[in-house]
């Protein structure tokens, strides 16, 4: 397994798009204007308490309050909100938490008017970024985030990753993390840990240590509110959460982050410092290279096409994502329609763990898959879904199958959705309506020929729009003539100028119309 991740930078933005063997797996875009990404921490101030919610709305310098729930608050509040004070006012210098005397833990279950007061000043840290009307979703159990540990000031909690499998190496790691947590302090321990050495885990927590020294620095005489704590750039965030062994290549077109990437591998992975390539061509933009904006195209939109002509239709509601799984045009090869249905069924599966990666879907998802008869093929199919999603790094939960075959997936919304739009103008109408882009039609069409080979048709002749035969017949090699390397068959392509942009059809060899 291949993974790479290629970066394009622009003025306003930059895109990363991560490729497993070649294929488009997810896609992140950092934007200048973004000042509020989870794990950003601020320096803010309650607005008021709502008991009725038993939550608080914080001024955090969003056109919308922040939320606060009791439940976000931590158990070591008194202390942080102490810890604050005195440091915002220059009477604490001494940041290491070692000597710093702790105040009693808030109730589980308590009342936050009696937690907080309106016009406190508190240290937040961004959990979920503002989405649609919503301000940012904000805790005040405050992490470092690193590549091997997470650091919690005022804890004293150590954690393993639950990825982490063997009994022995979470022992293991637990014993050397004990050895080099500072007082005062909580550690989780993240699954990229695993097998590492104490020296190199000792690193990581000196960086964190060096973050929270310098984020402690700016709260004397901080504006209030402002952020004392920003996340590391996004090439850097995620390569720290995503990079591994099985990295073979990440490519970038911006020389200055080119060089910060090769900065920040030089720390995290010495060995692999050269899979990192500057690309210079002028001539095709760097997605373009990849095959990337190909992929966004045919990825998104309402419809998603897949192998052996099944699809999906994926629609979004208020309250939930809705995921309908197709057969399609799909020919019956298997010796029954419960075959027929488990093969499209998990092909549709791996699809959908993807489409989840790709979009940041969040909230509830509900897929309808195929019905199935068998309870064993059933399992199997939860069980694929549930393989298929390991690599998410965002938390899910999945459902066993339904009476009514039905799986329900809750994943955890931290940004809001990636949506991009795969529609263009019509060039048939003067009103200004859309149109699928010409390579979701062109996949369209692979699908229809694909059925059309496998009746044995031996000469098609495809009719379609001027715009759309020069599309199939440009370039080398062209669309037309991967058809003809991969089925053994000629299709001659025949422009109308009378033909609507999203119409075609097939005639046989004697002329007569097939589809």
């Not at 970038?252 to 990192?276: C, G, M, N, R």
């Not at 309506?433 to 699908?447: D, F, G, R």
């Not at 048709?457 to 440009?474: D, E, G, Q, R, S």
Request: proline letters at 4%.
């Amino acid at each position: 397994m291949d993974k790479e991740l290629i970066i394009r930078s622009n003025s306003e933005a930059v895109d990363f798009a991560l490729l497993k063997d070649g294929k488009l797996i997810e896609l992140q875009k950092d934007e200048d204007d973004n000042n509020f990404s989870v794990g950003d921490v601020f320096i803010a101030k309650i607005r008021k308490t709502v008991p009725g919610l038993n939550a608080a709305f914080v001024n955090v310098g969003y056109d919308k309050d922040a939320f606060l729930h009791y439940h976000d608050l931590g158990p070591k509040l008194p202390s942080l909100l102490k810890f604050t004070k005195r440091v915002s006012t220059g009477k604490l210098r001494d940041f290491n938490l070692k000597n710093f005397p702790f105040e009693k833990d808030i109730q589980k279950d308590g009342k936050i008017a009696d937690a907080l007061k309106s016009n406190q000043s508190l240290l937040v840290q961004v959990v979920k970024e503002p989405i649609s009307t919503k301000g940012p979703r904000i805790t005040s159990e405050l992490s470092v985030a690193g590549r091997y540990i997470v650091l919690m000031p005022f804890s004293n909690r150590i954690s393993i990753s639950q990825k982490i499998e063997s009994r022995e190496e979470k022992d293991r790691l637990k014993r050397l993390v004990k050895s080099i947590t500072p007082q005062g302090f909580g550690i989780i321990v993240r699954t990229v840990a695993q097998g590492k050495k104490v020296a190199e885990l000792d690193n990581d927590l000196q960086n964190l240590l060096q973050r929270w020294n310098a984020m402690c620095k700016k709260l004397y005489k901080a504006h209030h509110p402002s952020k004392v704590l920003g996340e590391m750039n996004k090439a850097s965030s995620i390569l720290r959460d995503i990079f591994n062994d099985t990295f073979t290549g990440i490519t970038v077109d911006d020389e200055t982050l080119y060089y910060q990437i090769k900065d920040y591998l030089q720390e995290i992975a010495p060995k692999k410092e050269s899979i990192v390539k500057l690309y210079q061509s002028s001539k095709v933009p760097i997605f373009e290279k990849f095959g990337i904006e190909r992929q966004i195209k045919t990825s998104f939109g309402k419809t998603v096409s897949m192998t052996k002509g099944a699809y999906l239709v994926i629609e979004h509601t208020e309250a939930l994502h809705v995921v309908d799984v197709n057969s399609g045009n799909r020919s019956n090869k298997s010796n029954n329609q419960e075959e027929t249905a488990l093969e499209v069924n998990l092909i549709s599966a791996t699809e959908i763990a993807r489409q989840l990666r790709l979009r940041d879907m969040g909230g509830i998802i509900v897929i309808d898959f195929i019905d199935l008869t068998k309870s064993e093929n059933r399992q199997k199919l939860f069980n694929h879904l549930r393989d298929e999603m390991k690599d998410d790094r965002a938390k899910h939960k999945i459902l066993p199958p339904s009476k009514f075959g039905l799986i329900q997936i809750t994943r955890q919304r931290t940004r809001p959705e990636m949506n991009i739009k795969t529609r263009e103008e019509n060039p048939n109408d003067l009103n200004g309506s859309e149109v699928e882009a010409p390579i979701s039609l062109v996949q369209k069409i692979n699908h229809d020929l694909e059925t059309l080979f496998k009746k044995d048709y031996k000469k098609v002749t495809l009719n379609t729009h001027p715009f759309i035969a020069a599309f199939l017949t440009k370039g080398f090699p062209s669309i037309r003539s991967k058809w003809f390397l991969e089925h053994k068959k000629w299709v001659k392509i025949s422009p109308r100028d009378a033909y609507t942009y999203l119409e075609y059809h097939f005639n046989d060899q004697n002329g007569n119309r097939i589809k």
